[in-house]
């Protein structure tokens, strides 16, 4: 079972003044409008990817800078609070919350808090694991033997530590050393995210010989990860090409080959015809299924997976089927965030997987659709969510 994200909290940053999503389910569909921040939502986890590889400044820089992301006519702190369970070596599988507050020092963003704690039990303390402000804390260094600890006056091995500067996460030092349990297990978490920025004509070019272990977000290297995939892991590409022809009619097979100047090239095999098509001349609604399923079929599997508006390129008839395969990812002990304006995709959502995206006077809420008790009633009568996104029915607002 993958790192699932139970809760997230947001404060502060644009368009999300006050956010917070709780009992998140394994498959998360998020819809509303242009424009009421599902890709702000998304960017919450690039966002603290960019702060966990280099610093909370360059993060901030570029999107603008502090001012331009902290919401409108706000003052204090940027705000983030997650909380997700990890199954430990000794079977436990403790709640821990990672918190986060970035705020201004005279004209200089910093990290004005850092928090990672969490519970033995449901009822029990929360223990502070890792604790920092402005760039000075401590952190417990045998946090596994005393999570085990019945004692509540012990507290571990604490040790203090003062970072290079106060605009750097202490999870990106610290969470470096296995001793750290909790801060290498969400370090890990962070780095492991794919927030898809897919592109069709990325995807279309001829790209340099070389290994890739994963698809990249744009899809560039979508030729590399399959000769990586078919080379390495045959029994994951034949799934993906068992399931590539009953997804999308008359593709028969996908071959990856290096050319003479060692770019690697994406042949599609129509059933129509005798000859195999280059990447170049293939729909784009197959690449992008295609470079889909490869994606879910990676070995190494994202934690989280955020996708966006899935259905562009796609015909109506395929997004059953995706949807489909992204549930069975979710299955799989993995979690994925889907974006969508499609009636289509909507009609094969579970109401427990959905939430609404609302926006008044720049200020964005999100809320759980099967919390509607007049959508909840109308599903159980048989309407599809996609009918009532599409009579404006989801689109609500409530005091």
Known sequence: MGMKIESLSIRNYKAFRDVQLKNLPAMCVFVGKNGVGKSTLFDVFNFLQDCLRDNVRHALNKRGGFNEVISRDQTGNIAFEIKFREKFDDGSK????????????????????????????????????????????????NESDYSKSTNLQEEGNRIEFKLESPDILALKGLGQFERFKAASTFRKMIESWHVSDFHIDQA??????????????????????????????????????????????GIVDVT????????????????????PFIVKTV????????????????????????????????????????????????????????????PDFLNFV??????????????????????????????????????????????????
């Not at 926006?359 to 959508?375: H, M, P, R």
């Not at 996609?386 to 609500?396: P, S």
């Open 94 to 141: 403790p709640l821990i919350t990672y918190s986060l507050e970035i705020g201004l020092d005279g004209n200089r963003a910093v990290v004005k808090r850092e928090l990672l704690k969490y519970r033995r039990t449901e009822s029990g303390k929360p223990w502070h694991f890792l604790d920092f402000k402005n760039g000075q804390g401590i952190a417990i260094e």
């Open 256 to 275: 990856s080959e290096a050319m003479p100047n060692g770019d690697m090239l994406l042949r599609f095999k129509d059933e129509s015809f005798e000859k």
């Open 283 to 342: 729909s784009d609604g197959t690449i992008k299924f295609f470079a889909y399923l490869l994606l879910l079929a990676d070995p190494k599997p994202h934690p989280l997976m955020a996708v966006e508006e899935p259905e562009n390129q796609l015909y109506p008839e395929l997004l059953p089927g995706l949807c489909e395969e992204f549930r069975d990812y979710a299955r799989r002990g993995n979690q994925i965030f889907i974006s969508t304006h499609s």
């Open 350 to 399: 579970e109401i427990d997987e959905l939430f609404a995206l609302t926006k008044k006077i720049g200020v964005t809420t999100i809320k759980k659709v099967a919390e509607n008790n007049l959508i909840s009633d109308l599903i159980k009568e048989g309407d599809q969510l996609g009918y009532l996104w599409r009579e404006g029915m989801i689109d609500w607002e409530q005091d």
């Open 204 to 249: 279309r070019k001829d790209t340099e010989s070389k290994i890739a272990e994963h698809l990249s977000k744009n899809g560039d290297n979508l030729a590399n990860y399959a000769q990586y995939l078919s080379e390495n892991y045959p029994g994951k590409f034949k799934e993906c090409l068992e399931i590539l022809p009953k997804r999308v009619p």
